[in-house]
């Protein structure tokens, strides 16, 4: 089902014919590799290179035979080989190696590729982002905790605080890439028993990868875990994002929403609904990587040198969360681009409890006036709790009672309701969150 959500690139990457065209490759830089240092004879090497071929649907039909994925892939190189006249130099493909010296190598290219590609759309997001957190720098929104009614805050302030996490995403990512850009061709069990660390290194390097200082039959799969674990986080900040926007699009806030196209429709019963069906999906899929997690860590210890209990997880968890990424990525990136913003919204949202959000600021300026701080909470919530049951008009209530205004004149008490005031300093958060 995960296919479904597979974009073009990223689908490819993880395509049988992907996989084994990455197979293909770490087998000719082994073979040519040996033949730099006098193991293969040069011309086997060549003959290789320039013949040897592989076919996933031949593959398939040669593994339903043998039961053994590597071994139906060798063999049908060796068909290529024999068919073009080479058959005497395939007897020099696949030599020293075993399965994981090819799968675990392969494998560090594809996700070595979608790791590009899931960055790439890291930096469209942030750049979004960061294109609409200052297009909305200025535009006055009541900050909300725990879903209450809290101070007033910007709604460029806070995609630019989603934008510093996805920066931080993206860093996650580039580590977690660069510790699984790692191959190994060490053998059985590790010990370089039939091809030396010197051509395990040249071979490393023909593919762009690095050696692992040290493995088993396999490559240590905390480096696997640490790569799920990103993207998990870069799917959670997608799901921050998206569940925001499901917040602010009830009918009772209305102070952003997702796109909704000419012609879409949001019910099969109800015409008028507008759906963050969009947000919605990034929500529900993020807990499916997040899920993957935990497959991934259950892969980290293994019986001795290797058992193959991680194997068939990881045909599922890595291709389904890069697939899963990608998406998701492409999905936020849409959202925050076409996200409708209603500043007049917000700014009624924000006078709707008549000056109670501005409390905070008031206790404060009684505190700082010489009224004790506990007689200054009390006497600023027993009106703000009357005025939450009456609705009545926090400001004009202050003004009126006789013990604020032995400590505050009119026009201080005033000040203590400025939403400026509040958001003075959202220039020196964004100079930090973006440069001058």
């Known amino acids: 089902m995960i296919a479904r959500y597979a974009r073009a690139e990223m689908g490819a990457i993880w395509s049988d014919e992907n996989k084994y065209r990455q197979w293909l490759e770490v087998e000719l830089a082994s073979c040519?590799?040996?033949?730099?240092?006098?193991?293969v004879p040069v011309e086997a090497?060549?003959?290789?290179?320039a013949n040897a071929a592989c076919s996933a649907e031949r593959i398939l039909e040669i593994e339903n035979e043998v039961k053994h994925d590597v071994i139906a892939f060798t063999t049908n190189v060796a068909e290529s080989m024999k068919a073009k006249g080479q058959g005497?130099?395939?007897?020099?493909?696949?030599y020293g190696m075993t399965s994981n010296d090819v799968v675990d190598t392969a494998q560090a290219l594809q996700l070595k590729q979608s790791a590009a590609l899931i960055r790439a759309g890291l930096a469209k997001l942030a750049a979004s982002l960061k294109r609409r957190a200052f297009e909305f720098k200025d535009a006055v929104q009541i900050g909300r905790t725990h879903g209450v009614q809290a101070e007033p805050v910007t709604f460029g302030w806070k995609l630019a605080l989603f934008y510093d996490e996805v920066i931080r995403a993206m860093e996650r990512l580039d580590l977690a890439a660069e510790q699984i850009r790692v191959g190994k061709i060490s053998g059985a069990?590790?010990?370089?028993?039939h091809i030396g660390p010197d051509a395990?290194?040249?071979i490393c390097n023909k593919l762009g990868l690095k050696p692992?200082?040290?493995?088993?039959?396999v490559i240590s799969r905390d480096r696997h875990a640490s790569y799920v674990c990103a993207l998990a986080l870069i799917c959670a900040a997608a799901e921050k994002i998206a569940l925001e926007v499901r917040h602010l699009q009830r009918t009772e806030v209305r102070?952003?929403?997702?796109?909704f196209a000419t012609g879409q429709k949001g019910s099969s019963a109800m015409p008028h609904k507008r759906n963050p069906i969009v947000c919605e999906q990034i929500c529900g899929l993020a807990r499916v990587v997040r899920a993957n997690v935990q497959a991934a860590f259950e892969n980290v210890a293994l019986w001795h040198e290797r058992d193959i209990s991680h194997s068939s997880v990881e045909r599922v968890i890595l291709a389904d969360s890069c697939i899963l990424t990608d998406y998701l990525l492409a999905k936020t990136l849409w959202l925050v681009d076409g996200m409708k913003v209603y500043p007049e919204r917000m700014r009624r949202n924000l006078e709707m409890t008549k000056g109670l959000v501005f409390s905070g600021q008031l206790l404060l300026d009684l505190t700082a006036a010489g009224m004790l701080r506990e007689d200054a909470y009390r006497v600023v919530q027993g009106h703000a709790m009357r005025c939450w049951e009456q609705e009545g008009d926090f400001q004009a209530v202050i003004e009126s009672d006789p013990e604020v205004q032995r400590h505050l004149s009119k026009e201080t008490i005033s000040k203590a309701f400025s939403a400026n005031r509040q958001i003075a300093n959202i220039d020196a958060i964004f100079r930090r969150v973006f440069g001058s």
């Open 32 to 39: 040519e590799a040996l033949s730099e240092l006098g193991v």
């Open 45 to 49: 090497a060549a003959a290789l290179r």
């Open 88 to 94: 005497a130099a395939s007897r020099w493909f696949h």
């Open 189 to 193: 069990v590790g010990v370089f028993a």
């Open 200 to 202: 395990e290194e040249r």
């Open 212 to 217: 692992a200082p040290i493995a088993s039959q």
């Open 255 to 259: 102070e952003a929403e997702e796109p």
